[in-house]
């Protein structure tokens, strides 16, 4: 049976595992195992607790001399990809009620509309599913992304009313 290393040993080797990634770290973890394991993944992963798949692919690099490809990152999709007609949809319920900034100093589109009340407009009027749809802080930050910037349409303000000027006599 092979002796554990110290535990200062592991944990050294470990925060500099953690600082790599990807075929970096294989290759680390690769020589670490042939230095203290003798070629053994399993001491590896009872010593240093290291996944023995990603041992035997850093192995496995290590003696090809070639970079095994990772395998592509999964996750959700971005509502782009799955709804393509999304932002063209959501451009058209929200353009009538914009406007631009009166005095053009930016590009921002004031509008009237909230997230809730798109996601409600595209189920009601573009026969979305609501839940097909992104929730409604998703929403938001997909219309400031946009340029659109919620602000309620502000009705021109009645002039000041000054006190009436006062004739002086210049005698």
């Not at 990603?54 to 509502?79: F, M, V, W």
Request: proline letters at 5%; hydrophobic letters at 30%.
């Amino acid at each position: 049976m092979l002796s554990r290393p110290d535990q200062t040993i592991i944990n050294t080797i470990n925060h500099a595992a953690c600082l790599l990634s990807g075929s970096a770290r294989r290759a680390f973890q690769a020589q670490v195992v042939l230095d203290y394991c003798n070629g053994n993944t399993h001491h590896a992963k009872l010593f240093f607790g290291w996944s023995e798949p990603a041992l035997r692919k850093g192995l496995q690099e290590r003696k090809t001399g070639e970079i095994i490809a990772d395998a592509p990152r999964s996750g959700r999709k971005s509502y782009s990809t799955k709804l393509p007609n999304l932002q063209n949809d959501i451009r058209s319920l929200v353009d009538p009620n914009t406007c631009t900034h009166p005095t053009f100093e930016n590009t921002f589109r004031y509008t009237r509309m909230t997230g809730k009340s798109v996601l409600e407009a595209l189920v009601r009027e573009k026969g979305y599913k609501k839940s097909e749809l992104p929730s409604e802080s998703t929403m938001r930050a997909l219309l400031n992304k946009m340029g659109y910037r919620l602000r309620r349409v502000q009705k021109t303000k009645p002039k000041k009313r000054f006190p009436k000027q006062m004739r002086f006599s210049t005698t």
